[in-house]
């Protein structure tokens, strides 16, 4: 499968060119939510005074929570997004 | 992620990538907690360095931040490796 039009190998750098942007993408997205995730659970779970340095046991639990959350949200939000593309616009 | 069937080249160009990633991302976790410690540490400007209570604020946050990081990593790691499988 090819997005350029160019699926061949490319011998001279010696590795498939589309194969490896196609990673790389999923590499970005990957880092790409973790960086969403941290912005958004801190919000959530991290109040914005600090009479200590330590993540106390119901920041915690939250951090855990919240990443939980966070990935449901991602597959609804998946799902959803299917159904639209499958439903025509 | 299908890490099956990769060349040697391909290995390390998704190497070079992953590495080129890691960078930028630890750059982004840094420019997050600068940003946070000293919108929530700093606010006295009547004095060009921190105060004593500033500079307390800001070692408690940044200590904070990192244990939150390090937390959060962990879990989206965890759920993350979840997606694609069962």
Redesign the interface.
């Known amino acids: 499968m090819s997005f350029f039009g160019m699926g061949a190998r490319v011998p001279a750098?010696?590795?498939?060119e589309n194969?490896?942007n196609g990673?790389?993408g999923?590499?970005?997205m990957?880092?790409q939510?973790?960086?969403k995730?941290?912005?958004v659970?801190?919000e959530k779970?991290?109040p914005?005074?600090?009479?200590?340095?330590?993540?106390n046991k119901g920041?915690?639990n939250c951090?855990?929570r919240c990443?939980?959350k966070?990935?449901q949200t991602?597959?609804v939000i998946g799902t959803e997004m299917q159904k639209q593309q499958q439903g025509g616009m | 992620?299908?890490p099956g069937n990769l060349?040697p080249?391909?290995t390390k160009?998704?190497e070079e990538?992953?590495i080129d990633?890691t960078m930028?991302?630890i750059a982004?976790?840094y420019m997050?907690m600068i940003g946070?410690c000293f919108d929530?540490?700093v606010n006295d400007m009547t004095s060009k360095s921190l105060t004593a209570k500033e500079e307390k604020?800001v070692?408690?946050?940044?200590?904070?931040?990192m244990?939150?990081?390090q937390?959060?990593?962990q879990?989206?790691n965890e759920?993350?490796a979840?997606?694609n499988g069962p």
């Open positions: 750098t010696g590795y498939d194969k490896i990673i790389k999923e590499m970005l990957i880092q939510m973790k960086d995730a941290s912005l659970c801190l779970c991290v914005n005074y600090y009479s200590d340095g330590d993540l920041e915690s951090v855990d990443i939980g966070f990935f991602i597959k | 992620m299908d060349s080249q391909e160009k998704l990538i992953n990633l930028r991302s982004v976790t997050s946070r929530n540490c604020c070692k408690s946050c940044s200590e904070k931040f244990k939150y990081q937390r959060l990593e879990r989206f759920e993350s979840n997606l």
